[in-house]
């Protein structure tokens, strides 16, 4: 691969920088509401690493619109937006303080990282061909840290919050057949009063 490419398709690829800078920006929004409503702490952590960590990819995104000689601009980007909308969708329809709310919530963070990993991985590829590697090896960076988000969530989901929501609820009925046992005994007494 040479590396030449037309004024069109730096266009393009300057266009979807746009559009997951938009994504990342509007992550950072989302991501402190998604950490306040999370039961698990460790969960609330993660969240709160993860803003950390989309802060910084915002910045090496206005270092790539910079070694294309771009403007950083925010374009809007649907799929993002309609991510965040179902982790709201989430927060509202969960009860505070559960398991399952955190169920719902890691399974939400983990279709952002998930689109974000096929974004970056395209732009990855994209930037090869254009034969810029300071620009490939800038957005690598990001997509390792959204891997290795993606599998912190699943080390998280494996790690109780999902055994944790599966049993949720489940003590209450344990001690309504307790209370059964106890009738059982009462009715024992008096049959054994009886004879
Ligand atoms: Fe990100």
Redesign the pocket.
């Given at each position: 691969m040479d590396g030449s490419y037309s004024p069109e398709f730096k266009d393009f690829f300057v266009d979807e920088l746009k559009d997951i800078y938009w994504a990342?920006k509007h992550?950072t929004k989302a991501l402190p509401k998604m950490q306040k409503a999370a039961t698990s702490e460790e969960l609330r952590n993660a969240f709160a690493d993860h803003l950390a960590?989309?802060q910084t990819?915002v910045t090496r995104l206005e270092q790539a619109f910079e070694l294309l000689g771009a403007r950083p601009v925010a374009k809007k980007c649907d799929a993002m937006a309609g991510l965040v909308e179902e982790a709201n969708g989430i927060i509202d329809e969960s009860e505070k303080g559960t398991s399952i709310r955190d169920v719902g919530l890691v399974l939400a963070a983990q279709k952002v990282e998930h689109y974000?990993i096929a974004t970056y991985g395209g732009l990855v590829t994209l930037a090869k061909t254009m034969g810029n590697d300071e620009l490939s090896s800038l957005l690598e960076e990001?997509l390792a840290?959204?891997k290795e988000t993606d599998e912190l969530l699943t080390s998280l989901a494996e790690g109780g919050i999902n055994s944790a929501a599966a049993t949720e609820g489940m003590e209450q009925e344990e001690e309504g057949e307790e209370t059964e046992e106890e009738f059982d005994s009462i009715n024992l007494k008096k049959k054994t009063a009886k004879k």
């Amino acid at each position: 691969m040479d590396g030449s490419y037309s004024p069109e398709f730096k266009d393009f690829f300057v266009d979807e920088l746009k559009d997951i800078y938009w994504a990342e920006k509007h992550l950072t929004k989302a991501l402190p509401k998604m950490q306040k409503a999370a039961t698990s702490e460790e969960l609330r952590n993660a969240f709160a690493d993860h803003l950390a960590v989309t802060q910084t990819q915002v910045t090496r995104l206005e270092q790539a619109f910079e070694l294309l000689g771009a403007r950083p601009v925010a374009k809007k980007c649907d799929a993002m937006a309609g991510l965040v909308e179902e982790a709201n969708g989430i927060i509202d329809e969960s009860e505070k303080g559960t398991s399952i709310r955190d169920v719902g919530l890691v399974l939400a963070a983990q279709k952002v990282e998930h689109y974000e990993i096929a974004t970056y991985g395209g732009l990855v590829t994209l930037a090869k061909t254009m034969g810029n590697d300071e620009l490939s090896s800038l957005l690598e960076e990001t997509l390792a840290e959204e891997k290795e988000t993606d599998e912190l969530l699943t080390s998280l989901a494996e790690g109780g919050i999902n055994s944790a929501a599966a049993t949720e609820g489940m003590e209450q009925e344990e001690e309504g057949e307790e209370t059964e046992e106890e009738f059982d005994s009462i009715n024992l007494k008096k049959k054994t009063a009886k004879k």
